[in-house]
């Protein structure tokens, strides 16, 4: 585990960071804290000032842990963040009260990088409400994971995550 100062020097870098990345943050908040557990591919626990968030990842859908690289998805996010200190950019709650949010760590977009490892889809159903940057990447990155067979790409036909909570009934 990181020094509480040495987390902090890298919370304003993170900060700082966000502020280039993220230009209209204006209708955006931002929660900074450390990643306390990881549900699945594209769910994750952040613990801020004492305060459990649960946070859906925006713009992507996972497979369920109960489908094929369900597991994989999860462990691949458990690598990236679990135990890390984490921005999360978000302006919304989703009909369960998790935070919707795109999750930055080492300047990077976790989001992002779970479809590039072709671990998650990129959630088409609810790509309007991406800022337009990020909906455009997150299709081309997609395309280049399924173009490349990577992760469940490797798959003939892979299922979508949407549609196998629909065959199982499965609430998200």
Not at 4 to 28: D, E, M, T, Y
Not at 63 to 75: D, I, L, R
Request: net charge positive.
């Amino acid at each position: 585990m990181m020094s509480h100062k040495c987390k902090f020097q890298n919370l304003i870098k993170v900060i700082l960071l966000l502020a280039l990345l993220v230009p209209s943050l204006g209708l955006a908040d931002i929660i900074v804290g450390e990643v306390f557990s990881v549900a699945d591919g594209d769910t994750i626990t952040v613990i801020s000032e004492g305060v459990k968030h649960k946070i859906r990842l925006v713009g992507i859908d996972a497979p369920e842990k109960k489908q094929a690289y369900g597991e994989e998805s999860k462990q691949s996010l458990h690598d990236l963040v679990y135990e890390q200190m984490v921005s999360i950019v978000y302006n919304k709650h989703d009909r369960y009260k998790r935070i919707l949010g795109k999750v930055i760590f080492g300047g990077k977009d976790i989001n992002l990088e779970q479809i590039r490892r072709g671990l998650a889809w990129h959630y088409k159903r609810y790509q309007k409400e991406q800022e337009y940057e990020d909906r455009s990447l997150y299709a081309q990155e997609e395309y280049l994971a399924q173009k490349d067979r990577v992760g469940l790409w490797s798959d003939k036909n892979p299922t979508p995550p949407w549609d196998f909570r629909k065959r199982f009934h499965i609430n998200h």
